[in-house]
């Protein structure tokens, strides 16, 4: 269980790099990204914490 959780992560985070490559190709401001990074980490460490939660109760 806990293998196939990380591999999602791993999974999530190689997916959110590639989107973040592409989108520095085109000429944006870095601060942006930034801002969407840590979005997406939320985001991300949101739905962990709730799958968490469901599996403790």
């Known amino acids: 269980m806990q293998f196939t ?3 999602h ?13 592409r989108l520095k190709s085109t000429s944006t401001p870095e601060y942006i990204y930034l801002a969407l990074a840590i979005l997406a980490f939320l985001i991300a460490s949101f739905a962990a914490i709730q799958q968490y939660a469901v599996i403790a109760y």
């Open 9 to 21: 992560h791993e999974q999530e985070m190689l997916r959110t790099i590639s989107f973040f490559r």
């Open 5 to 7: 959780e990380t591999a």
